[in-house]
């Protein structure tokens, strides 16, 4: 079977939402060593390799907006669809602790070949979606509970953003009235990174975006996925009304 570097989902809908999921897989391509990164099944079912229950919510959250989505199918360990192409962790050889053996003496060629069979596909896929009339960006990812061993992160949900907030601080404030935990300013992670997936498609053409980070543990199952789904969905559409978009 041929491999294919991504999913869309709803692809002809016409709502002009469109939610991406960057980590949606873990899987490795026949193509990278045989499909096999050199970890253990274990270390492939963790938050190194993909974002734990993104993909669920990300397919829920495009049927309840009926709107489309684009989900990427290789591993973020392949190579990071949310990185630049001068990012030094786009093929990633550490995470989290954890040696990646199939990418610590991948040369140059290596790194290509991947960014050929997986990262240009999905970024070029992602842009004829992205190109409709008044698309608005949401991208779906998940965060695990804990990082590097440190203390539990607190935040249940986060909205990443960097120079164009139209969606985020309306969203933001949307959460925080709805939620008894703080909701994530720019938490667990930075929001803008050069190059990365909303620099590509949403900041460096005026599209309004937003980037909605989940913690994973709150989206292990179906029920939970849908149920974190029509939470973000009825708060997309309040934000927006907000911003008149």
Not at 204 to 219: A, C, H, M
Request: charged content about 20%; some cysteine; aromatic content about 8%.
């Amino acid at each position: 079977m041929t491999f294919q570097p991504f999913f869309t989902h709803g692809a002809s809908r016409s709502n002009p939402w469109l939610i991406t999921c960057d980590h949606a897989s873990n899987t490795v391509p026949d193509f990278v060593n045989g499909g096999d990164l050199g970890l253990a099944q274990a270390d492939m079912q963790r938050h190194i390799a993909y974002d734990i229950g993104a993909a669920g919510v990300t397919r829920a959250l495009a049927d309840i907006l009926d709107a489309p989505a684009i989900l990427s199918n290789f591993s973020r360990l392949v190579i990071d669809p949310n990185r630049g192409m001068d990012d030094p962790t786009l093929l990633m050889k550490l995470y989290d602790g954890t040696i990646i053996p199939g990418n610590r003496n991948a040369c140059d060629a290596e790194r290509q070949r991947r960014i050929n069979g997986c990262y240009t596909p999905y970024h070029t896929a992602y842009e004829t979606l992205a190109k409709r009339p008044n698309t608005v960006l949401v991208s779906i990812h998940s965060f695990t509970p804990q990082l590097k061993g440190r203390d539990l992160r607190p935040w249940e949900i986060g909205v990443l953003y960097h120079t164009d907030t139209r969606m985020a601080l309306p969203l933001i404030d949307s959460f925080t009235a709805a939620l008894d935990t703080p909701v994530g300013n720019n938490e667990p992670y930075a929001g803008h990174l050069p190059g990365d997936a909303i620099d590509q498609h949403g900041l460096q053409k005026n599209r309004p975006n937003v980037l909605i980070e989940i913690r994973n543990d709150l989206i292990e199952t179906e029920q939970d996925q849908i149920k974190w789904a029509h939470f973000l969905a009825a708060h997309l559409v309040k934000a927006r009304a907000m911003t008149d978009l």
